[in-house]
Structures are given as structure tokens and as C-alpha cells.
């Protein structure tokens, strides 16, 4: 089982990045996943969460609007588009999934994470 996130990067304020998750040796399809961030500093919250098969998304209110979080169950992957950056969103970012979670955006209750990717938002 493993989650494997790619995609962060260096972009100036107002650019776009797409984080990507691939996952292997489980499907994706019926798990709740999500996106996870962590500051310099700060404790990690979380940035986006979708309930399994499709389900309710939360996105956390700072990127309501700019983020958007998408499921390819054909690739069994993830991915967090991320539009009008802002230097408040750089951080380590990580993605989960959890078989048992039926939704929510907390941490903890995720038992799979990828390696985590670097974003960050400067000019």
C-alpha cells in the first residue's frame, strides 16, 4: 500500500500548480481522501477532503474558490488543483486515504500518506 505525491514546486504569487497522487496496491475508489498541508512552524491542517465514491468535498476556507480537489479512478489517483496561489499557501503538502472514514478532513483519522511534495509560493 503506498501513496506516492508529486507536483510542488517554486511559483510566483497568483500562478497554478496541480498536485498528483498516484496509489498502488489498493483502489482508490472507495476511500475518503485528502489534501494536507504543514507550514513551516505550524501544525498541519487540512486543505481538501472527498468522501469515498465520489462523495461530500470540504475545502478549508483560505482556498474555497482557488482549489479544487479531483478523484481519476481510472488512474487511481488524486490530485489538488491549486489556482491563484498565495505565499500563504506554502508548506509541505501530503495526500491520504482512509477505507473507513465516511468524511472528514481530520488528520489523524487517515491511515495511508504520501511522501509529501514542497510548495512554494514566492516571487
Known amino acids: 500500500v503506498q501513496l506516492q505525491a508529486s507536483g510542488g514546486g517554486l511559483v510566483q504569487p497568483g500562478g497554478s500548480l496541480r498536485l498528483s497522487c498516484a496509489a498502488s496496491?489498493?483502489?482508490?475508489?472507495?476511500?475518503?481522501i485528502g489534501w494536507f498541508r504543514q507550514a513551516p512552524g505550524k501544525e498541519r491542517e487540512g486543505v481538501s477532503c472527498m468522501g469515498p465514491r465520489e462523495g461530500t468535498t470540504d475545502y478549508l476556507d483560505s482556498v474555497k474558490g482557488r482549489f479544487t480537489i479531483i478523484r481519476d479512478n481510472a488512474k487511481n489517483s488524486l490530485y489538488l488543483q491549486m489556482n491563484n496561489l498565495k505565499p500563504e499557501d506554502t508548506g509541505v503538502y501530503y495526500c491520504?486515504?482512509?477505507?473507513?472514514?465516511?468524511?472528514?478532513?481530520?488528520?489523524?483519522?487517515?491511515?495511508?500518506w504520501g511522501q509529501g511534495t514542497q510548495v512554494t509560493v514566492s516571487s
Open positions: 496496491g489498493f483502489s482508490l475508489h472507495d476511500h475518503a
Open positions: 491520504a486515504a482512509d477505507q473507513y472514514i465516511a468524511f472528514g478532513c481530520e488528520g489523524s483519522w487517515y491511515d495511508y
